[in-house]
């Protein structure tokens, strides 16, 4: 296997600065769970099943409201992955109906 160095005709990716600060989400069911990656939660690589055991951990988390109010607020619209329960679609539709709503 060979090793790939940096092209330095391309300048190293941009990190956009969040819209908002993170939620204090101490005691999240999601940080450190010992039987799924955290790829299940980011959505890198996660294979379906992880993704939807991901979601069922968050139906028993203390702070999955605050962390679903998040996902559901600017920084949810760039992020991938499950946030309180629900995947990035499911998020993109929750939004669309509430603007529609308004």
Same mark, same amino acid.
């Given at each position: 296997?060979?090793?790939?160095?940096? #092209?330095?005709?391309?300048?190293?990716?941009? +990190?956009?600065?969040?819209?908002?600060?993170?939620? #204090?989400? #101490?005691?999240?069911?999601?940080?450190? =769970?010992?039987?799924?990656?955290? &790829?299940?939660?980011?959505?890198?690589?996660? &294979?379906?099943? #992880?993704?939807?055991?991901?979601k069922?951990?968050? /139906?028993?988390?203390? +702070?999955?409201?605050r962390?679903?109010?998040?996902?559901?607020?600017? +920084?949810?619209? +760039?992020?991938?992955?499950?946030?309180?329960?629900?995947?990035? &679609?499911?998020?993109? /539709?929750i939004? =669309?109906?509430?603007?529609?709503?308004a």
């Amino acid at each position: 296997m060979t090793r790939r160095s940096a #092209d330095s005709g391309h300048p190293p990716p941009r +990190v956009p600065r969040l819209p908002e600060p993170l939620p #204090d989400l #101490d005691g999240a069911a999601c940080l450190d =769970h010992k039987y799924l990656p955290a &790829s299940a939660w980011t959505g890198a690589r996660a &294979s379906y099943r #992880d993704r939807e055991l991901a979601k069922a951990v968050c /139906q028993a988390c203390p +702070v999955m409201e605050r962390c679903r109010e998040f996902g559901l607020g600017p +920084v949810g619209a +760039v992020m991938n992955g499950v946030l309180g329960g629900l995947s990035a &679609s499911e998020r993109r /539709q929750i939004r =669309h109906e509430r603007r529609l709503s308004a």
